[in-house]
Each structure stands twice: as structure tokens, then as C-alpha cells.
């Protein structure tokens, strides 16, 4: 069981560690990466002590969508027959 539900728009982003974080009570941060979060983990752990948050989150606002970055003079030609 975690110790608490946390709204990921209540964690802050920690660019130092590449993480949102978010206090622990035990002095430390509870932390979860952006490629924890892109494959759908939802738990947050805390590196000091043995307590973890579950982080409420839309996985849709983290997954990467490769084909939009790509410029249209980069794509590759199709053949047609």
C-alpha cells in the first residue's frame, strides 16, 4: 500500500536528477523518471526510506510521438508501383 496519491502537477521537476520529486517525510524526495513515466509506471519511490507514492498522471502527456518531430524533407520517399 503507498503512503499517498500525489497529482503529478503537485511533484516538481528536478532537472538535476532528471526527475519529478516530491518530499518525503522522512527528509528526503520521493522520485519518478520521465521514462518511468513514459512506460506507464505510477509509482514513485523514495531512495532513504521504504515509503512510495502512487503518482496520478495522463500517460497521454507523456508518450513521445517520434513521427511529429520528423521534418518533411527527411522523410523517406515512397516507391510506387
Known amino acids: 500500500m503507498s503512503y ?3 497529482e503529478i502537477e503537485d511533484m516538481e521537476w528536478n532537472a538535476e536528477m532528471k526527475a519529478y ?3 518525503c517525510p ?3 524526495l520521493f522520485q519518478i523518471t520521465l ?3 513514459r512506460l506507464g509506471e505510477e509509482i514513485a519511490r523514495c531512495p ?3 515509503l ?3 503518482v496520478v498522471y495522463n500517460l497521454d502527456d507523456f ?3 517520434h513521427t511529429k518531430n520528423v ?3 527527411k522523410q523517406q520517399p515512397v516507391a510506387v508501383a
Open 4 to 6: 499517498d496519491e500525489v
Open 71 to 73: 521534418p518533411p524533407s
Open 35 to 37: 521514462d518511468d513515466l
Open 63 to 65: 508518450i513521445v510521438d
Open 48 to 50: 532513504s526510506c521504504s
Open 52 to 54: 512510495y507514492i502512487t
Open 21 to 23: 520529486t516530491y518530499p
Open 26 to 28: 522522512c527528509g528526503d
